[in-house]
């Protein structure tokens, strides 16, 4: 829907409001009136209600408002005496048009000093887990955000099994596009496997500003630009287009920013003709063929010792293909049991079906050079650089492109420039031989991001024993920042004694 739309929807649903609640307005001693104007009737709703006014401002809340509606239709009706369960459900069920049989039909009285406690256990209960599954979605949908890494793109910064506090504040936290969904659940809802959220009606995009810009080599959760898989791992069969806020998170690297030119020689990353530093933190890892002089690598423990159980990928007269880092690459090659070990890259020139196509003879390991698109910024079209764009265009922003006798149409116009409406970004996992990235699919607008991880929380290593699949060590540890990995998961434990000792003092004292 675009802004118009919106404003005349927002409208019609006062014009509702109003034609359903005016009487009982009247019959609560306000003016009916006061029922038609926007936002005031919130503020008067709320008073005969006897609920704080800053609910108001929930109600303007993308999906937060959603599960405030039947709050508010629910304690209308209560409001005037219907207290009772068949009410309740009425109020619910009937998307709040029982209040037209209050304020048309029903012979309904105003209570003045209601009592807003529930009557019964079950109605507390109720009351209760409601508040608290909307304090949880306005926190998850704007503040911070859970989530699982799946997958060992990001080895080994970020590893399988890692739990994540993605923080929505530093970049911005995106209002939904999508504001009827299931609260706190993605594109599927659980256990029943079908889409959580309603296409229509959409929101245009938009996002409250952040405090902080995406730097390089931050690392960044989006939503995956060319997703078009119905279950993410579960049914990749089956494809569905998607509204941006419901494509599959992703998690990488940032290596390029808006403006940047990238390039990618030998496996290594050059910004601006510069070679890209990683920060500390971060291990690049690629596929080594290692030969053993015959010995069994995968029945000593030289294979455990560097960190390869899962990179085995085959082997061939005791010639492994093993994913390492610089670091344990070195380390085996002074291992008087490796004859040889050396990096698969791919030649320069060979070419691989990566980003944009096969005929720019680009592949994983030489990649570019290649702008990263910046907002304001205008680029030369031609038939050897509309590849590079011609997504961004079409799908990211939303024009019409057509080609015809070698020359391009942009809605209708000819043009031979672009200039593009919003920022994008290169991201690459340092898994480099393991990660689908921006060197298969593109880059990654602005609309699509999510936000920063911040902390992991918690760490479950599926291939350990018993209390050793928790990686005891990252519990509790920051995703960036310099310096060795530190958990401060003792500290949290000796907050929580400390809080409830004294909280177990103040009562003994009282």
Known sequence: MT?????????????????????????????????LVPIYNAVVLMQIINRPKWWVFLLFVPVINLLLFPVLWVETSRSFGKNSTVATWLSFLSLGFYLYYLNYMADVAYVTDRDLKPKSALGEWVSSILFAVIAATLVHTYVMQPFTIPTSSLEKSLLVGDFLFVSKFHYGARVPMTPIAAPMVHDTLPLLGIRSYLKKPAIPYLRIPGFQKIKRNDIVVFNWPTDTVQQFFKRPDRKIVKPVDKKSNYVKRCVAIAGDSLEIRGGDIYINGLYSEMPERAKPQFFYTVDTKGFNLSENSLYNKYQVRRGEWGKRERQYILNLDEEHANKMKKNPFVKSIQK????????????????????????????????????????????????????YEHHRLTTEAGNIYIDGKLADRYTFQQNYYWMMGDNRHNSEDSRYWGYVPFDHVVGKPVFVWFSWDSYGKGLGKIRWERLFTTVHGDGPLKSYFYYFLGMLVIYYGFKKYRKRKS
């Open 3 to 35: 802004s118009s739309e919106w404003i005349l929807f927002f409208l019609a649903l006062q014009g509702v409001h109003f034609l359903g609640t005016w009487k009982l307005y009247k019959k609560a001693g306000r003016k009916a009136w006061e029922a």
């Open 344 to 395: 698969n890259l791919r030649k320069k020139g060979e070419a691989e079906r990566v980003f944009p196509s096969a005929s720019y003879k680009w592949n994983r390991d030489h990649f570019g050079p290649i702008y990263i698109p910046e907002k304001g910024k205008t680029v030369e079209l031609t038939s050897k650089t509309l590849p590079l764009y011609s997504r961004i265009i079409k799908e």
